[in-house]
């Protein structure tokens, strides 16, 4: 699986938008990106994906730029309940269906 | 739909000690996948079976490392002597094939002495 590289933390304001970089330089053509998150003492949980489009769902929107080689996860209002570590990960279509995950960011978020 | 499931939530036990987890998928999920977790780091890909066929298990850590999906429900994990190196957060997650999103279980936390 290609590599995708994250800040070690970030940190917001209840209530204000967050944005999750994720870089992912040597993509694929078939790589879906998938965003995962993993809140304290849990199992990771399921965010969203993309291809090239941009995508939204009822937890987060997902921009993808042009060229691909980056994405960027976008919590609209941050909440206490979305502190949390984020993954940010490259899968190829049909392939294995292992998840190769990162060391992820770190959310805190301030109330 | 009740989620995933683990079996047991917390373990402890001495070096050299067989342990098993157990965990059952959301039912109907045709795949059920094995990760581990160690402090401060991501969940490491062990094994996956869709059905009861074990598909991948190069990634397991060692040969002390067993896994088993008998009737294509649920799985259980074996590591055999164990090491104080094998303390981690062991998670199982499944998923319905062709979709492609996993949904994770709450983990067994592992502590050897």
């Known amino acids: 699986d290609a590599k995708t590289t994250q800040p070690n933390s970030m940190e917001s304001n209840e209530e204000e938008p967050v944005h999750l970089p994720c870089n992912h330089s040597?993509?694929?053509?078939?790589?879906?990106i998938h965003w995962y998150r993993q809140l304290p003492s849990q199992g990771p949980e399921y965010v969203i994906h993309g291809l090239t489009s941009n995508v939204n769902n009822r937890m987060a929107s997902l921009a993808i730029a042009e060229d691909r080689k980056s994405s960027t996860l976008i919590l609209h209002r941050a909440t206490l309940r979305d502190a949390a570590v984020y993954y940010c990960i490259l899968r190829a279509y049909n392939a294995g269906n292992m998840l190769t995950f990162g060391g992820g960011t770190r959310l805190m978020v301030k109330p | 739909d009740t989620g995933v499931s683990q079996d047991p939530r917390h373990k402890i036990t001495k070096r050299g000690q067989n342990v098993t987890f157990r965990c059952d998928p959301i039912?109907?999920?045709?795949?059920l996948y094995w990760y581990r977790q160690t402090l401060g780091q991501g969940p490491e890909f062990l094994t996956y079976?869709?059905?009861?066929?074990?598909?991948?298990k190069s990634r397991l850590l060692s040969d002390r490392f067993s896994a088993e999906r008998p009737k294509g429900s649920f799985s259980t994990l074996e590591i055999q002597r164990t090491e104080q190196g094998d303390s981690a957060m062991y998670l199982c997650a499944s998923s319905l094939v062709p979709k492609e999103t996993q949904y994770f279980g709450p983990g067994t936390r592992l502590l050897v002495l």
């Open positions: 039912s109907e999920h045709n795949r």
């Open positions: 040597t993509i694929s053509g078939t790589d879906y």
């Open positions: 079976f869709q059905n009861e066929a074990q598909l991948e």
